[in-house]
């Protein structure tokens, strides 16, 4: 049985500062490649971050200088720090975990950024 357990989703101001983490239990293989996706009302899933097994990470421009990914390998657990967080940041973030055979998905957490 697979899991990806998301957390640390809410409601922050403009400026404010949000910790999203996820989970990974039940994956058989180890896993190359965690990330995280966002999608908003209306709006394509894009990605967010990724970060490999060996520590290299990606991001989307958006996001380059206030949003950064980690990862703890021997936990299978993902971390995304947000800071300086924008009403344009709002979505549905969603946990995704990448094996050599399978794409694993979490089921969302859900970020808002209003005054």
């Known amino acids: 049985q697979v899991q990806l357990v998301e957390s640390g989703g809410g409601l922050v101001q403009p400026g404010g500062s949000l910790r999203l983490s996820c989970a990974a239990s039940?994956?058989?293989?180890?896993?190359?490649?965690m990330g995280w996706y966002r999608q908003a009302p209306g709006k394509q899933r894009e990605l967010v971050a990724s970060?490999?097994?060996?520590?290299?990470?990606n991001y989307v421009n958006s996001v380059k200088g206030r949003f950064t990914i980690s990862r703890n390998n021997a936990e299978n657990t993902v971390y995304l720090q947000m800071n300086g967080l924008k009403p344009e940041d709002t979505a549905v973030y969603y946990c995704n975990a990448i094996t050599s055979l399978t794409n694993y998905w979490g089921q969302g957490t859900q970020v808002t950024v209003s005054s």
């Open positions: 039940g994956i058989l293989f180890s896993i190359k490649t």
């Open positions: 970060i490999t097994s060996g520590g290299n990470t």
